[in-house]
């Protein structure tokens, strides 16, 4: 089948693909900086040699040498399917998708692009209650109304998990005029969504499922891994590729599904849209690389990540007042399956925040996490990453710090108490941030419409976002979760003295 040049040169293409053993963007990248041609076009550092002599030294001549401008004949011009098409046709084969665009602005521009893309179909949506805050944006940018749909809560934790399917069944009957859902699955704690069971709610009410698939790009490579969303019927699916699969930060993927129910020229729009027209080559040669190292080596790779992580976990578990969150976490409500990728250590045995801990190890053994909480701290792995280098390193940390220095009592004592239930929403998230605004002292904005998000960690579910009115109970929720040592997201003052509210006329 033939196609016409479409906007992004980007269109999916009958026919067979190279192996994955190749990557085709990356290696137009490499020939092209070998052939050493005159560049009488930007970048203005000329591929390096009119690039700060420092700069060049520390980023490396070959690295500038290959970041090219776009519509550069032979790399993503000229016959099709260019390189650039090639590579990212080899992606969906990868995933599993039946399109994908490779992204320059991180999966928080596939959330933009997803909202934006359901928007054609209508302006109300479905949406997880604590979806990450680049789909909060995307209700700004889309312009969408939500209806929210909550989380499971760990009680004990303090920590969200997933939305369920009979959750999600009850908010799209409350939303006849939906136009689709949107839903995050893995979990910042590895916790995974019935993606199958959520996929077939909206199917039954005809609308498409998007998953926040960020945490999960590498779910397809490893069969004792979770299935991914695409498989499980999911119509769109963000992925941060940058995070576990490794290629550069920044750079990211959204896929398409089978479904049929979103149309793929104007998710194409739609990813040209909310893009720079220079996107960067580096990043698009990452994700071709880091492709084609999950499809031909992720299966040995991860094999060998997931029993390093057993054994650290083993270890973790070993010391004192310590525990590690694991499979056992399946069949909580909002749970369905683990990701093993992230060690999710409990700390409340210890006397110790998971705050304070990390700060320690941060400090006396230069060990940075993904993400520390109240009763947990969380650490990251890459599928390609010697687990036990880094493994042990946090291991003896975690020894050293619980022997010598914590002591019980660094931790509130306070028992975490559920938020209360969030404002009415008196106009769209989008109505919200453009409306003529204020800054007042928190103590008088009850009653007043917010203009921004407060998030009180944990757990960390926004309990205000813009467009909500703004409630006594609430306010006084987030106060106190800031005196218990608890943080705030969102917010302009993260101590809650002052609050942006829009002004009604
Ligand atoms: C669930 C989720 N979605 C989206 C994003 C945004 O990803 P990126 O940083 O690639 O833009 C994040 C970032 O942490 C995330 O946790």
Redesign the pocket.
Known sequence: MSVSEPATGRRRREGPTPPQSEAPYLEALRAFAERRPVRLHVPGHKGGPAADPEMAEVLGERALALDIPALTPGIDQGPEPTPFQQAQLMAAEAWGARRSWFLV???????HVALLTLAHSGAELVVQRN??S??IDALIVSGMRPTFVASEIDPELGVAHCVTPEALDRALAETPRAAGAAI?SP??FGAVADVQGLAEVAHARGVPLVV?E??GSHFPFHLELPTPALSLGADLV?S?T??VVGSVT?S?IVHLGEGGLIDEEVVDRCVTLLESTSPSSLLSGSLDAARRLAATRGFELLTRTMAGLRDIRAAVRELPGLDVLDERLVGAPGVHAYDPLRVVIDVRGTGATGYELARRIREHDDILLELAGENVIVAVFGMAEDVVASGARLVTALREELASRVHPGDRSREAFAPPPPWGELVMSPREAFLAPQEVLPAADAVGRVAAESLAAYPPGIPNVLPGERLTAETLDYVRRAIELGGSLRGASDRELRTIRAVVER
Do not use: C, E, F
Request: net charge neutral; proline share 0%; charged share 10%.
């Open positions: 602005n991180g999966a928080s521009q596939g959330n979806v990450h680049s789909t995050v979990t910042y926040d960020a945490w963000v941060s940058h995070k920044q990211a």
